[in-house]
């Protein structure tokens, strides 16, 4: 058994997010932990809504709201979406707690005392309407480097350099489309130059990483500069140095917190299980936690804070980098193990564009379709190694060719079959096994070690292909059983020793899909005369917190219960009810239905 650390990507805390943004970093990470869990490892998965920098600010200016009201109002919203997909968070919290601030501050104090943070005067873009720092992200400009028109102020998506906004050609606010004023400010910079040795060593011992992670991670390393990690900023965690403490115009920059998010969930995590050290089994270096496996699930727009500057900040840290230096209170911190990207989903042929209403939020696709027909098309279809398209038509064509025909066609008719004519799972014949079915329960039996293997290495989508091409072996079984011509008291044992066969294989076959679709396969588990959890679920908690702020729901559960990663034979004589459809049959007007609601 091992730790294994889900760490998974922070949504933003503007705003409802849409079936793209779950498709990058929600469904993948579920799938592999509850995968990771059913196989005996145990498993910390972490996240929280990111809620600081100016993009808060300037949406809650505009709404004329507090920063804390937009921020509470979008941490519920995102709360209450990622628990209708049934995403098993061990926690869900968000950046704006006590906890997180001083865990963020007690990383930076250490960094900047081991000479890893350091000041500079820089030029910082002003918007010269409102008088207010544009961060980098709300700059575009044409890209001195490869001549992309719409650069950001941070890094180019053309070529993948870090830039500065001073150094864009014709740069823009993104905001109101004013040119900016640059002007001289104090801040604080990571000195990222000082990790490139160890960055590099590091990522020479990475195996098994998706190349293009991999590959555009090793070039980051071939410019690195100093980053800014402060902003002339109202919101935001203070910078907890003298003199810099009690400044309400300077905040910590919001991609520097949300990275550390990672750590302060786990800290907040093992606070509220009443053991404040658990959290060392998942991130010491040093100590119980030395063997400990992290991954990172993100978008792809994100490697670059995975794969370069979180490493940074835990080797900073952990007194690893040209300058050396002493771990601080928390002692060495592990380095992730993998950084797990996935590309990007686009709608119609079209970018997600909330503004030009190419969107659909997740609360709006759970009102009118079932979570596990979304999480199916993202685990078979979704942007795993490639940027997908996300249309109506394939989404309805996958629901019903196969959720509907394949899977809920076997769990349907293998059940009502063994109900109606056993009124429960029927016993194997004296007359024992045939060639056939000893074929069918091997290619179920290998599945586990099959499909197993394809999640633990990321690759979901041969996994649930696998995992399908064994529902349709069991299909092809039974037809080729033909187990209703089987007729008077002579051949019922025959036909009882197919059914039993087949509802083994509807047993495992949903073992092997719970990880993707766990909310089927509970009602399957029932189905089959199942009694208990198989596929444990989240559950949303309003929690106090810790340190005296006020109250927040969060994401948690008990994932201790439910299936392991095995063949349970099933019992012969348990009662069986005839099925109620697991799967949704959709109509195809609805394909015309929601691109009309797209064209608005």
Not at 90 to 109: C, K, S
Not at 142 to 154: F, K, L, M, N, V
Not at 184 to 200: G, I, K, Q, S, V
Not at 588 to 596: C, H, R, T
């Amino acid at each position: 058994m091992s730790h294994v650390l889900a760490a998974v990507a922070w949504p933003y805390a503007n705003g409802p997010r849409h079936i793209g943004h779950v498709s990058g970093f929600g469904v993948p990470s579920d799938v592999f932990s509850r995968y990771m869990r059913m196989a005996g490892h145990d498993v910390l998965m972490v996240s929280g809504t990111d809620e600081h920098g100016t993009p808060i600010q300037v949406q809650a200016d505009n709404e004329g709201v507090s920063p804390r009201e937009l921020a509470d109002r979008y941490n519920r919203i995102i709360v209450e979406d990622l628990h209708g997909l049934g995403l098993s968070y061990d926690l869900f919290t968000r950046t704006t707690t006590g906890n997180h601030y001083a865990v963020v501050q007690e990383i930076f104090e250490t960094m900047y005392r081991n000479g890893y943070i350091v000041p500079r005067v820089t030029m910082g873009a002003i918007s010269p309407s409102t008088g207010r720092t544009l961060p980098d992200r709300y700059i575009e400009g044409t890209c001195p480097i490869c001549g992309y028109d719409s650069a950001r102020g941070d890094q180019c998506d053309n070529c993948g350099n870090q830039l500065d906004p001073i150094d864009l050609v014709n740069p823009r606010s993104k905001i109101n489309g004013e040119t900016p004023k640059f002007v001289e400010t104090e801040h604080f910079f990571l000195d990222l130059p000082a990790f490139a040795e160890a960055l590099a060593k590091w990522l020479d011992t990475r195996e098994g990483w998706r190349p293009n992670v991999l590959r555009f991670s090793r070039n980051l390393l071939d410019d690195l500069q100093p980053r800014a990690i402060t902003r002339d900023l109202e919101w935001g965690v203070p910078i907890p140095l003298e003199g810099w403490r009690d400044r309400s115009d300077k905040r910590i920059y919001v991609w520097f917190d949300a990275v550390i998010g990672y750590l302060s969930a786990s800290i907040e995590w093992a606070r509220r299980s009443g053991d404040p050290e658990a959290w060392r089994k998942w991130w010491s270096a040093d100590g119980e936690g030395k063997d400990a496996l992290g991954y990172y699930f993100m978008g792809k727009d994100n490697i670059v804070f995975h794969s370069v500057i979180w490493p940074a900040l835990l080797l900073g840290y952990s007194g690893a980098g040209d300058r050396d230096g002493q771990p601080g209170n928390l002692g060495p911190l592990n380095l992730p193990t993998e950084v797990v990207s996935s590309e990007f989903l686009t709608m119609e042929g079209r970018k997600f564009s909330s503004s030009r209403r190419v969107v659909i939020y997740v609360r709006d696709f759970l009102e009118r379709y079932d979570a596990d027909a979304l999480r199916y098309f993202i685990a078979v279809a979704g942007p795993e190694s490639n940027d997908t398209d996300f249309t109506w038509a394939e989404f309805l064509r996958r629901n019903n060719d196969e959720l509907v025909a394949g899977w809920g066609n076997l769990v349907n008719r293998s059940i009502s079959m063994a109900a109606k004519n056993f009124g429960g799972i029927p016993p194997i014949d004296a007359a024992g096994l045939t060639e056939a079915d000893e074929a069918l329960l091997a290619v179920a039996r290998a599945g586990f070690a099959t499909v197993g293997d394809l999640i633990g290495k990321h690759r979901q989508k041969q996994a649930i292909g696998e995992a399908m091409r064994v529902v349709a072996e069991a299909n092809r079984y039974l037809s080729d059983q033909a187990p209703w011509k089987l007729k008077g008291d002579e051949e019922k044992p025959r036909m009882g020793t197919i059914l039993h066969v087949a509802l083994q294989v509807v047993s495992d076959a949903n073992t092997l899909l719970t990880p993707f679709l766990p909310h089927s396969a509970q009602k399957i588990h029932e189905l089959l005369g199942g009694t208990g959890v198989h596929a444990p679920m989240p559950s949303i908690v309003e929690v106090e917190d810790l340190d005296g702020g006020p109250s927040y729901p969060v994401l948690t559960g008990d994932y201790s219960v439910g299936a392991r990663w095995e063949s349970v034979p099933i019992e012969a004589g348990r009662p069986l009810a005839a099925p109620k459809p697991v799967f949704r049959k959709l109509d195809p007007s609805i394909v015309d239905e929601e691109l009309a609601r797209l064209s608005g």
